[in-house]
């Protein structure tokens, strides 16, 4: 039998965020949500089509897609930010580096509304012309946090250009902030043309085995269907080596804390691809929640203490070189931040009636982790993460395998985005096959609501089935997000 399963456990007790749900329950509910969502599904195909109605869409294409320098740069604020001088002239080495000219003004968001979002794209962003340049810049850094500017917001820019965002440690004083952003800024900068990664890769992947309700853990399948099909990629090419840190049935204590930490340490990985489970605070103070949110959670003792198997921000000491000039992976629940309601809660009504936590959180906010690398000196360029809840399917069988459609289709913008990255290539345009997916199976869902609502399908079981996929891998996709600069890349 397959069921839903989560990728969070909760803080609390350290089970599974929700019990793995029955498919045909969980399915019929999404089916049953669709027309919550009419108006999103419209907004979301305009601009992942660039329809006509977005003034200068078409009219001029950036000469190369991978070149922040050709196809423009730019970093976006939001005025009413404290920090906002301050912000535009730290940031100006980077700025001068990508091309971006001495006069060229950020672009600014005002705390637009949800509803006018897709307007502003119009008015502001497709109006925007830097002096340089005769078409909007492709690449736009946000710089402050989900308060200021949304986390959906983001994803929805994301269709139309390659985004990245920077947020600063939770309650951090103004100048800290500065001091973050300094360090980041001159990081990058000096690894400009001098990226000093080696050709190494690491790939870290937890195997819980049987899991709830006789369910194989979702773990399972993430390393038999993920972790191991990229393993194999990446070894296919040139020059790259493959430290693989996972847990079998022969190996089961592999993938543990200690080793995941003492194989990045001092060392230079050109990738580091980490899938387990991590922990999910949801109903704690929004202090828990931000210090223990996305941690990385490794094999060991879950009954013990949490410093044994649990990998949080303080686990990363910048006493130590941690993936220095690398780029970080992190395939799990809210990895990069959690919203204060989760896309879920736009389809199911009662999600509590389904252990499913609603609200996730106070208010929308960036894991910790992902700050903690990027700030460190000797760190990451940038990071890729999960907002929200990541969803998998699981067997009570496990010599039913996922059918191939499956595993193709989710692996393979997984497979595209890694591969563009070990070959230099900046790491917003190296997420874009993910992201287009996003826009694409998003009006496929508005199609099949129709098909739906006038019952038209051969079959519903098979109907089903291919809605719930379409909708896993929607929301997968739109929730994949860069944190730091999106033109970061390992050349």
């Keep these: 039998m397959m069921k839903v399963s989560s990728m969070g456990i909760r803080n609390s007790d350290k089970k599974l965020l929700f019990k ?5 329950e969980f399915r019929k509910k999404i089916a049953d949500g669709l027309q919550n969502n009419t108006q999103e599904f419209d907004d979301i195909s305009k601009v992942a089509k660039g329809q006509p109605a977005f003034r200068g869409i078409g009219q001029v294409h950036a000469p190369r897609l991978d070149s922040s320098a050709e196809s423009g740069w730019t970093f976006l604020i939001n005025p009413n930010d404290e920090m906002a001088n301050e912000i535009k002239n730290t940031i100006k080495p980077l700025a001068k580096l990508r091309g971006m000219a001495d006069n060229d003004q950020p672009l ?3 705390s637009v509304p949800k509803d006018d979002w897709i307007f502003w794209l119009d008015d502001v962003y497709h109006e925007y012309r830097s002096c340089s340049k005769k078409h ?28 990245g965002r920077l947020d600063f440690t939770h309650k951090a004083e103004k100048q800290e902030k500065i001091l973050q952003l300094k360090t980041y800024v001159e990081k990058l900068v000096k690894l400009e043309n001098n990226n000093p990664v080696e050709k190494e890769t690491i790939f870290f992947a937890t195997d819980h085995g049987i899991g709830e309700d006789g369910c194989y853990d979702p773990t399972h399948y993430n390393h038999l269907y993920l972790e191991t099909p990229l393993v194999s990629d990446v070894k296919s090419m040139q020059n790259f080596h493959v430290t693989e840190i996972t847990s079998t049935q022969a190996n089961p204590n592999q993938a543990t804390k200690t080793s995941l930490l003492s194989n990045i340490e001092n060392s230079k990985p050109a990738l580091v691809f980490t899938a387990s489970k991590s922990i999910n605070a949801s109903g704690e103070n929004i202090d828990t929640q931000n210090e223990i949110t996305g941690s990385i959670v490794c094999e060991g003792n879950q009954e013990g203490p949490l410093d044994d198997y649990l990998i ?14 690398g780029i970080f992976f992190q395939y799990s629940d809210c990895s990069y931040g959690i919203p204060s309601s989760s896309y ?3 389809y199911i009504r009662d999600t509590n009636a389904l252990g499913i936590p609603e609200p996730l959180a106070d208010r929308d906010f960036i894991s910790a982790i992902p700050k903690r690398l990027l700030f460190h000196p000797n760190g990451p360029i940038a990071f890729i993460g999960h907002v929200d809840l990541e969803l998998m399917l699981s067997y009570t069988n496990n010599e039913q395998p996922m059918p191939e459609g499956d595993r193709s289709s989710r692996l393979a913008p997984f497979s595209s985005c890694i591969d563009s990255l070990l070959k230099g290539r900046p790491v917003g345009f190296s997420l874009d096959s993910m992201i ?14 129709q098909q739906y609502i006038q019952r038209n399908f051969q079959n519903e079981e098979e109907f089903l089935d291919k809605l719930l996929d379409t909708f896993i891998r929607s929301t997968e996709a739109g929730n994949y997000m860069v944190f730091g600069d999106p033109a970061a890349n390992l050349s």
Excluded at 20 to 24: F, G, M, V, Y
Aim: hydrophobic share 35%; proline share 9%.
């Design 20 to 24: 793995p749900l029955k498919l045909s």
């Design 108 to 110: 600014f968001f005002d």
């Design 136 to 163: 909007p810049p492709k690449y736009i850094f946000i710089i402050g946090s989900p308060d200021q500017i949304p986390l959906r917001f983001q994803s929805l820019l994301s269709l139309q250009s390659y985004v």
């Design 312 to 325: 949080t921000a303080d686990s990363i000491s910048y006493e130590k070189p941690f993936c220095d000039g």
């Design 344 to 346: 879920l809660s736009s």
């Design 436 to 449: 287009k997916n996003y826009g694409t199976l998003t009006a496929l869902l508005a199609t099949m609501h």
